[in-house]
T-cell receptor
Framework: AQSVTQLDSQVPVFEEAPVELRCNYSSSVSVYLFWYVQYPNQGLQLLLKYLSGSTLVKGINGFEAEFNKSQTSFHLRKPSVHISDTAEYFCAVSAGDDKIIFGKGTRLHILP | EAQVTQNPRYLITVTGKKLTVTCSQNMNHEYMSWYRQDPGLGLRQIYYSMNVEVTDKGDVPEGYKVSRKEKRNFPLILESPSPNQTSLYFC?????????????FGPGTRLTVL
């Protein structure tokens, strides 16, 4: 069975600074990987996903993530954050069996 | 507009009083799912449905029921709610294979059981 770990429950970062949100997964088979974002008082929406091919995946709002098979990681990055990026971010993994497992989430706090 | 709708958005009830949270999607998606979100625990899947009349348990199905009589609707039923079911609930839908397709989430239903 697969699992996903988000190493940081909260990440504070100054506006216009870069940010990295960490995600590690475990699985005995090939996986699909996702990052979802939840803005305050809203449902989740997809930021980006990795299915196959290029390990660097670009998503919406300037976010990108890199799939690293050897380190079983899928960290999310943005070179310069904005106050509007304040949200909770969820990493998720699927092994192609119609089940998707979500991490516990990382709250991104943007400091002025 | 493509969307997933949930009703009600907020609900306060008492222990043992049966309730239903409705979920509807207008994207003709085969796959629908219910999650609960609790602080520090992230999202946990309650039930999911691959298509009409096909439902299956997720990770935390105890105390919940679902039905899928129509493709667009996937109600969540709490026959006898208890305080440990106080949570934020999300309905989601996707194309038939949810493994690699984007899931579209509803706005959430905040349930409090006293």
């Amino acid at each position: 069975a697969q699992s996903v770990t988000q190493l940081d429950s909260q990440v504070p970062v100054f506006e216009e600074a870069p940010v990295e949100l960490r995600c590690n997964y475990s699985s005995s088979v090939s996986v699909y990987l996702f990052w979802y974002v939840q803005y305050p008082n809203q449902g989740l929406q997809l930021l980006l996903k990795y299915l196959s091919g290029s390990t660097l995946v670009k998503g919406i709002n300037g976010f990108e993530a890199e799939f690293n098979k050897s380190q079983t990681s899928f960290h999310l990055r943005k070179p310069s954050v904005h106050i509007s990026d304040t949200a909770e971010y969820f990493c998720a993994v699927s092994a192609g069996d119609d089940k998707i497992i979500f991490g516990k989430g990382t709250r991104l706090h943007i400091l002025p | 507009e493509a969307q997933v709708t949930q009703n009600p958005r907020y609900l306060i009830t008492v222990t043992g009083k049966k309730l239903t949270v409705t979920c509807s999607q207008n994207m003709n998606h085969e796959y629908m799912s219910w999650y609960r979100q609790d602080p520090g625990l992230g999202l946990r899947q309650i039930y999911y449905s691959m298509n009409v009349e096909v439902t299956d348990k997720g990770d935390v199905p105890e105390g919940y029921k679902v039905s899928r009589k129509e493709k667009r609707n996937f109600p969540l039923i709490l026959e006898s709610p208890s305080p440990n079911q106080t949570s934020l609930y999300f309905c989601a839908s996707s194309l038939w294979d949810s493994s690699y397709n984007e899931q579209f989430f509803g706005p959430g239903t905040r349930l409090t059981v006293l």
